[in-house]
């Protein structure tokens, strides 16, 4: 055996300083398929002859102690040690997937009932911004904080946040419905709320890639479980909303504020479930299988390698060092802010765009939630694929930005001839598997260990380029606002043409928003190629320095196991990368390796220049969406 206890090996997801110590299931399933196949866990010589000598007596002695020790922690045989672990794996993962359900119900809770709060297209956008600002900031120091701490504690926060958040809002929207009066209190809470909702999403997709394998199947299928819920409570808001606001004003924050409350016992229960597991496995028992050493199983203390197991911790400036793809990647999720306002904006747009006479709030409202109802459909099934065909992620990508934009040529060409559900069906398709694509290709772009502060970082500048899109659209649909009830009608009690001007205004206004999302869906097409591109480049770099001798056996290649001199086929590379000894991994980071040779240093050194501009431009990014807030909130 090593002198490591497989038991306890991080997943890549923890420190020396974490609050919690979690096994490392990839070496826990290696130990239980070893002692299965070897023997029994716990051998006891009950048929031994009558005949055995000093030495055999002293060895069953041994052995009945060994199994008293195993007794004493509930452990009987491999076969029931599996299944414990089995079901304790469940349970966690079950417990993530619920987590953001409370949280992704109440983001969608003000876009269908927009009109009706009483705001202008400044305040929406303010309350809108209110709890995405936040979110360009914490999602990145989660990042950082998930390894240190442990994401029980980091969850634990999060959701109590997101709890306190829709509490103040309940409490603050009017009882005759309107928050125009009272648009303070709900930034505090919306600010509150916000300040969780984006780390407790880099909590949950943290804790399912930790707990899944390199050799798992199922991660794909594990991330879109815990998105088809938050998305279900998504559709279940966008459908929603507008008829509990019909009953009373505040159900629809109340149901907001009841289902944050689940997700916070959802992560109590996790953090119980988490602590008794590493207590039994890490802490108390502190034991290894070894079933090499003796015919019967032994269980012995554990050893700590000397060279450590966990990984190194990171900062911020470490992220100037992940790699080009990376930052292309970046770059993409910026653009994915769109989708945000697309959704928060499809109820207002399509009214618009096909008229009030055309389309109502309430029909507007049910068509758009299409938007947020096809991803319970579209993750199960784009996990299902990419767990079995990885290779297909590339394509699936380029067909999301493709998709989107033919929703806005439909909408700014053919929608008086297209109905309003054909029209947003393609958006729908594109932005609906968008966000489990881009927690998928994560461990294709960076190193394991390095998971949760790239996840950090995507959710971060995600915000940003949302707040961003928010504040553009938001100023272009003013521009068409509708006058006052008042100048309906003219001086002389006859109607006016106001509401059917009203109506051109909008609809051109719209136009506009609907061009600017158009143009950043094809400049994400763009960045989507290029992105691509710079992995395969990568790739192929590491699999000829694989073949020169440059770095062999530093962890720094593909999780599909490059072979030398030959890049890796896609087909081949699984979506997480093994964890190794050195945390290396599939994919990222600038990595000098051994005899690379000046020409390597210097290319490494330009792409770490490259990155630190490229850190420095996702930093003015999170200024200017701080920027955009301060303006839509002194406007509104």
Same mark, same amino acid.
């Given at each position: 055996?090593?002198?490591?206890?497989?038991?306890?090996?991080?997943?890549?997801?923890?420190?020396?300083?974490?609050?919690?110590?979690?096994?490392?299931?990839?070496?826990?399933?290696?130990?239980?398929?070893?002692?299965?196949?070897?023997?029994?866990?716990?051998?006891?010589?009950?048929?031994?002859?009558?005949?055995?000598?000093?030495?055999?007596?002293?060895?069953?002695?041994?052995?009945?102690?060994?199994?008293?020790?195993?007794?004493?922690?509930?452990?009987?045989?491999?076969?029931?040690?599996?299944?414990?672990?089995?079901?304790?794996?469940?349970?966690?993962?079950?417990?993530?997937?619920?987590?953001?359900?409370?949280?992704?119900?109440?983001?969608?809770?003000?876009?269908?009932?927009?009109?009706?709060?009483?705001?202008?297209?400044?305040?929406?956008?303010?309350?809108?911004?209110?709890?995405?600002?936040?979110?360009?900031?914490?999602?990145?120091?989660?990042?950082?904080?998930?390894?240190?701490?442990?994401?029980?504690?980091?969850?634990?926060?999060?959701?109590?946040?997101?709890?306190?958040?829709?509490?103040?809002?309940?409490? +603050?929207?009017?009882?005759?419905?309107?928050?125009?009066?009272?648009?303070?209190?709900?930034?505090?809470?919306?600010?509150?709320?916000?300040?969780?909702?984006?780390?407790?999403?880099?909590?949950?997709?943290?804790?399912?890639?930790?707990?899944?394998?390199?050799?798992?199947?199922?991660?794909?299928?594990?991330?879109?479980?815990?998105?088809?819920?938050?998305?279900?409570?998504?559709?279940?808001?966008?459908?929603?909303?507008?008829?509990?606001?019909?009953?009373?004003?505040?159900?629809?924050?109340?149901?907001?504020?009841?289902?944050?409350?689940?997700?916070?016992?959802?992560?109590?229960?996790?953090?119980?479930?988490?602590? +008794?597991?590493?207590?039994?496995?890490?802490?108390?028992?502190?034991?290894?299988?070894?079933?090499?050493?003796?015919?019967?199983?032994?269980?012995?203390?554990?050893?700590?390698?000397?060279?450590?197991?966990?990984?190194? +911790?990171?900062?911020?400036?470490?992220?100037?060092?992940?790699?080009?793809?990376?930052?292309?990647?970046?770059?993409?999720?910026?653009?994915?802010?769109?989708?945000?306002?697309?959704?928060?904006?499809?109820?207002?747009?399509?009214?618009?765009?096909?008229?009030?006479?055309?389309?109502?709030?309430?029909?507007?409202?049910?068509?758009?939630?299409?938007?947020?109802?096809?991803?319970?459909?579209?993750?199960?099934?784009?996990?299902?694929?990419?767990?079995?065909?990885?290779?297909?992620?590339?394509?699936?990508?380029?067909?999301?930005?493709?998709?989107?934009?033919?929703?806005?040529?439909?909408?700014?060409?053919?929608?008086?001839?297209?109905?309003?559900?054909?029209?947003?069906?393609?958006?729908?398709?594109?932005?609906?598997?968008?966000?489990?694509?881009?927690?998928?290709?994560?461990?294709?772009?960076?190193?394991?260990?390095?998971?949760?502060?790239?996840?950090?970082?995507?959710?971060?500048?995600?915000?940003?380029?949302?707040?961003?899109?928010?504040?553009?659209?938001?100023?272009?649909?003013?521009?068409?606002?509708?006058?006052?009830?008042? +100048?309906?009608?003219?001086?002389?009690?006859?109607?006016?043409?106001?509401?059917?001007?009203?109506?051109?205004?909008?609809?051109?206004?719209?136009?506009?928003?609907?061009?600017?999302?158009?143009?950043?869906?094809?400049?994400?097409?763009?960045?989507?190629?290029?992105?691509?591109?710079?992995?395969?480049?990568?790739?192929?770099?590491?699999?000829?320095?694989?073949?020169?001798?440059?770095?062999?056996?530093?962890?720094?290649?593909?999780?599909?196991?490059?072979?030398?001199?030959?890049?890796?086929?896609?087909?081949?590379?699984?979506?997480?990368?093994?964890?190794?000894?050195?945390?290396?991994?599939?994919?990222?980071?600038?990595?000098?390796?051994?005899?690379?040779?000046?020409?390597?240093?210097?290319?490494?050194?330009?792409?770490?220049?490259?990155?630190?501009?490229?850190?420095?431009?996702?930093?003015?990014?999170?200024?200017?969406?701080?920027?955009?807030?301060?303006?839509?909130?002194?406007?509104?």
């Amino acid at each position: 055996m090593s002198g490591a206890d497989p038991l306890q090996l991080g997943s890549g997801a923890s420190t020396p300083d974490s609050a919690t110590v979690w096994p490392d299931w990839d070496a826990v399933d290696r130990e239980i398929a070893r002692v299965s196949a070897s023997s029994s866990f716990i051998a006891v010589k009950s048929s031994a002859a009558p005949h055995l000598d000093e030495e055999g007596a002293t060895e069953r002695g041994e052995d009945e102690l060994v199994e008293r020790e195993a007794a004493a922690y509930g452990i009987t045989g491999a076969a029931e040690l599996h299944d414990r672990l089995a079901r304790r794996r469940v349970v966690l993962l079950g417990c993530a997937a619920v987590l953001s359900v409370g949280s992704h119900y109440s983001t969608y809770t003000l876009g269908p009932i927009k009109k009706s709060l009483g705001t202008s297209e400044g305040g929406f956008a303010a309350l809108v911004s209110s709890f995405e600002v936040l979110n360009t900031v914490s999602p990145l120091l989660s990042g950082f904080l998930v390894p240190r701490y442990g994401a029980a504690a980091c969850g634990l926060v999060a959701t109590g946040a997101v709890l306190v958040g829709q509490l103040v809002v309940c409490f +603050s929207a009017g009882k005759e419905g309107g928050v125009g009066n009272n648009v303070g209190w709900t930034v505090l809470g919306l600010l509150v709320f916000g300040s969780g909702t984006s780390p407790l999403a880099v909590v949950q997709e943290s804790i399912i890639l930790k707990h899944n394998s390199a050799s798992s199947k199922f991660v794909a299928r594990s991330v879109a479980a815990g998105l088809v819920l938050g998305k279900s409570a998504s559709f279940a808001a966008g459908w929603s909303s507008q008829r509990l606001y019909a009953v009373s004003p505040r159900l629809p924050f109340v149901t907001a504020a009841s289902l944050a409350a689940f997700s916070f016992a959802a992560c109590i229960l996790y953090a119980v479930v988490e602590r +008794s597991t590493t207590r039994l496995l890490a802490q108390d028992a502190r034991l290894v299988v070894d079933a090499a050493d003796a015919p019967a199983t032994r269980l012995k203390p554990a050893r700590h390698d000397a060279h450590g197991d966990h990984p190194p +911790s990171l900062d911020l400036s470490s992220l100037a060092s992940f790699g080009t793809p990376f930052w292309w990647y970046i770059a993409v999720c910026v653009l994915a802010g769109t989708w945000y306002t697309t959704q928060h904006l499809a109820t207002h747009l399509l009214q618009a765009t096909y008229g009030t006479s055309g389309i109502s709030q309430e029909e507007a409202s049910a068509t758009a939630s299409v938007l947020l109802g096809t991803p319970i459909l579209l993750y199960p099934l784009a996990g299902w694929i990419v767990d079995k065909h990885p290779h297909l992620l590339s394509t699936f990508w380029l067909l999301v930005p493709s998709l989107t934009a033919t929703t806005f040529f439909f909408l700014l060409l053919l929608s008086p001839a297209v109905p309003p559900l054909v029209a947003l069906l393609p958006a729908a398709v594109g932005m609906g598997s968008g966000p489990l694509l881009l927690v998928l290709v994560v461990p294709r772009i960076v190193q394991r260990h390095q998971a949760p502060t790239a996840l950090g970082a995507h959710k971060s500048l995600e915000m940003a380029g949302a707040i961003l899109s928010q504040t553009l659209s938001a100023a272009l649909l003013s521009l068409g606002s509708p006058p006052s009830p008042s +100048s309906s009608t003219t001086g002389t009690g006859a109607p006016s043409r106001a509401p059917a001007e009203a109506d051109d205004e909008a609809g051109g206004a719209a136009d506009g928003a609907l061009v600017g999302l158009l143009v950043a869906a094809l400049v994400q097409l763009a960045f989507v190629a290029r992105w691509w591109h710079a992995i395969r480049v990568r790739d192929g770099a590491a699999a000829r320095g694989a073949g020169a001798g440059v770095g062999v056996g530093a962890g720094g290649g593909g999780g599909g196991g490059a072979g030398a001199g030959a890049a890796p086929d896609e087909a081949e590379l699984g979506l997480l990368a093994a964890v190794d000894g050195d945390h290396g991994g599939e994919g990222g980071g600038t990595h000098v390796g051994e005899g690379g040779g000046e020409l390597l240093g210097r290319k490494e050194r330009l792409e770490l220049r490259s990155g630190t501009r490229a850190l420095r431009a996702a930093a003015g990014t999170v200024v200017a969406s701080w920027a955009c807030f301060v303006w839509n909130v002194v406007r509104g």
